[in-house]
């Protein structure tokens, strides 16, 4: 069906094929056995576009020669409005994936199996980027292989060993499409790399084009994993004991230099006003290797027939990623100098960890002794191990290369020259950066109900020492407080230098999450089963580094930015059942076949939106940053009484805060639409032979055809604030627009 934002006229071409086979049996009887698996697809779609685009008065009115040259990467407008241009892009998906296992039993006491997945992908993302106009997407060629060798050995019958080793090779590129380069532009860039030009923020309507931000690059990541688990049972006690290894291996290559150009608006871009730019001169090519162990103790303690406690205790060891070649500039904030790692007795990014204990308890009681009532309730603490990127950004530091953040005097004929006072751009890291911890409880209650098993439960969590992003050198009053730094030449030699924006990574961020859990589950029975949950919940946190873009408005007070997480949903419902239809029609065998075999399965998600912040990306003459919010008007609602995608917030809620000062807006303070979706197949299973039988799917996705939308424009400087451009996924994704697709299923 048409997305909500297709232009009128015929539906946008979208093909999708899948096709393929699974076989297992056994190769020596009641001994080894085999399994294998096959799947293709081929996708050929188009993702919808709709984006702002100068009128034809506007292109007129530019006088920097840089503009009028870009102006020509842009399409005319085609919408009856004359601002925005309406069209699609293509969108090509194609998959290979291959599954094996291979099990053998040598004896009653001894078990080996062995299985691996191979995948090979290719896809073409016109828009996936925020890059909004046809022709400046990318290409993703990618090979995926998963290996994994297991032997259980019984010695006793109340005591077995479990090894299990593995590993996991992941390849992926990502080409952008647009080759040009800025000297085609009359820009002189250290990169023939094309910029990405952003006017407004990311998926808002404003037009983002020419080449990717960070794009090209690629990394082949292998990772290997051992484990060996020793069970033992004795009384009441149910032991488990074990340790776990893991080595990874990241390979980096980021020939993404050619950085990006921001326009706060629309009519900054036409009037050659950037509020920033950020690029990096030289490929970054980290080859970084880290280890991690974790060893575990668990006694399952049966006090009773009918009440078991859970103990247990877990130690992580997580290793400081290194660089193969030492290619790693480090900030040294007592001497406010950058150190190559290996040299001047600096020898890691951070400082290593040793007390990551993670004590867990537990206990389950079936209070009346029937199997129909459960209560469970556990606590227990988690670490998770920091990822690699964390100090990859440390390859991109002088010696190894030069990048700059430039937020004051941007000339656009040479936008990457700092001008004077403003000094390179650095990654830096916090060197008693932690492992993040959590903090998990629950409690939660479980009763058996005419076959259907329904719980009640209270899920919560804190996290401490969470990862966050700022920029530690923030400008105070126009100035950055580090004016000074000792950075190093090409030749590896200390040389004075300014201080510039220093993006460091801490452990400073805290969240906390409190839900409520519903469910109902009705396993297999007179032809129906079904599974349904709502969760009440809240998040908070300081920063949700990973969901999407950290915006911090003052880092000097990061307390102020505690608020909902950007992934906090309030409520959300899901369904998913089969039904089996009674249909008989006992007429002749014909008939039987026509009528039995059919059953419905249904699938519905329902969700409460997002939150989000307003911001002004307009470089703060006090802050030198681009992450300012609005002042709030009291006794404005944020949203207008009937909203739609034409103005989805109301634009006198808020205000431009003024100049040198911070808005009192509160991040996270809006909140985008919701999410809904249902999904439906009808399938038909008839028995053809003995051993042989056909199985038919429809299977409709969105079947209601309902306009899930994207979150409204942001951007408070722009024209189009409030407005919505989009729907929350391309075509083709979850909830976009309603897919039908058929299938068959030869079973034998």
């Not at 086979?21 to 996708?43: D, L």
């Not at 027939?305 to 990623?321: C, D, K």
């Amino acid at each position: 069906a048409k997305n909500y934002f297709d232009p009128p006229g015929k539906i946008a071409p979208f093909k999708r094929n899948i096709f393929g086979y699974s076989v297992g049996g056994p190769i020596v009887r009641n001994k080894t056995f085999f399994f294998h698996s096959y799947e293709g697809r081929r996708g050929r779609e188009v993702a919808t576009i709709n984006t702002v685009v100068p009128t034809p008065a506007q292109r007129s009115s530019v006088t920097n020669p840089v503009i009028t040259k870009l102006l020509g990467l842009l399409p005319a407008a085609n919408d009856t409005t004359g601002t925005h241009f309406v069209g699609s892009a293509a969108r090509q998906r194609t998959l290979n994936q291959e599954t094996g296992r291979l099990d053998h039993n040598f004896n009653e006491k001894n078990y080996l199996f062995g299985s691996f997945i191979i995948n090979r992908d290719e896809r073409t993302e016109p828009t996936l980027q925020s890059n909004n106009l046809p022709g400046f997407g990318d290409t993703r060629p990618a090979k995926r292989y998963l290996i994994s060798l297991g032997y259980i050995h019984v010695f006793t019958s109340s005591l077995t060993n479990d090894f299990h080793a593995g590993l996991n090779r992941v390849r992926i590129d990502f080409l952008q499409a647009f080759t040009g380069s800025p000297a085609d532009f009359g820009m002189t860039a250290p990169s023939s790399v094309m910029p990405q030009v952003e006017v407004g923020s990311a998926n808002t309507g404003n037009p983002w084009f020419g080449g990717i931000n960070g794009f090209p690059q690629g990394r082949g990541d292998t990772t290997f994993q051992y484990s060996d688990t020793v069970s033992w049972t004795r009384g009441r006690h149910s032991i488990k004991f074990g340790a776990e290894f893991r080595r990874f291996r990241n390979n980096n290559f980021n020939g993404g230099t050619g950085g990006f150009i921001l326009f706060p608006s629309l009519a900054s871009f036409l009037a050659a006003t950037p509020s920033q730019t950020v690029e990096t001169s030289l490929p970054v090519t980290p080859a970084l290797r880290v280890n991690a162990l974790g060893t575990f103790v668990q006694d399952d303690v049966k006090l009773s027939a009918h009440f078991t406690l859970n103990l247990g205790l877990r130690w992580e060891y997580n290793g400081i990623p290194s660089e193969i070649h030492n290619r790693l500039g480090v900030f040294d904030f007592t001497n406010r100098a950058l150190v190559q790692i290996g040299t001047n007795g600096i020898d890691q990014p951070y400082h290593q960890q040793f007390t990551n204990f993670g004590p867990r308890v537990g206990f389950a009681w079936d209070p009346f002794g029937k199997g129909k009532t459960v209560i469970r309730s556990g606590a227990g603490f988690y670490y998770d191990q920091p990822v690699t990127n964390i100090v990859t950004p440390l390859g991109s530091n002088p010696p190894f290369s030069q990048s700059v953040n430039i937020t004051q005097s941007i000339n656009l004929a040479a936008p990457f020259n700092s001008p004077p006072g403003v000094g390179s751009a650095l990654q830096v890291i916090d060197p008693n950066f932690k492992s993040g911890r959590v903090f998990s409880y629950n409690f939660n209650l479980q009763q058996e109900v005419l076959g259907i098993v329904i719980q009640v439960a209270y899920v919560g969590s804190q996290g401490r020492h969470l990862r966050l992003l700022g920029d530690y050198n923030q400008g105070i009053g126009g100035k950055r407080p580090i004016s000074a730094i000792t950075s190093l030449n090409a030749s590896g030699q200390p040389v004075a230098a300014t201080g510039g924006s220093m993006t460091i990574q801490e452990s400073v961020s805290n969240s906390n999450y409190n839900g409520m859990w519903l469910s109902a589950e009705k396993r297999f029975a007179k032809g129906l089963t079904f599974n349904a949950s709502y969760t009440f919940s809240k998040s908070i946190d300081n920063n949700s580094v990973g969901s999407s873009n950290p915006q911090i408005q003052n880092f000097y007070d990061i307390r102020s930015e505690r608020a909902l997480s950007d992934f906090d949903a309030r409520h959300r419902f899901v369904l998913s059942g089969i039904y089996q239809l009674p249909f008989r029609w006992d007429q002749n065998a014909f008939t039987r076949r026509l009528a039995q075999g059919w059953s419905v399965s249904p699938i519905v998600n329902l969700q409460s939106g997002n939150p989000f912040s307003p911001i002004v990306p307009i470089a703060d003459p006090s802050s030198l940053e681009t992450f300012d919010r609005p002042n709030a008007v009291a006794g404005q609602p944020l949203t207008l009484p009937n909203p739609s995608p034409a103005q989805w917030l109301n634009k006198a809620a808020f205000v431009l805060a003024p100049t040198g000062t911070f808005g009192n807006a509160s991040r996270n303070i809006l909140i985008a639409p919701g999410f809904e979706d249902v999904d439906l197949a009808v399938s038909k299973l008839t028995p053809v032979r003995e051993r042989f039988s056909l199985q038919f799917r429809a299977e409709a996705f969105n079947l209601f055809n309902h306009p899930n939308f994207a979150q409204p424009s942001n951007n408070f400087a722009a024209a189009n604030y409030g407005q919505i451009l989009a729907t929350r996924t391309t075509r083709g994704d979850l909830g976009s627009s309603r897919q039908l697709q058929l299938g068959m299923k030869l079973i034998f």
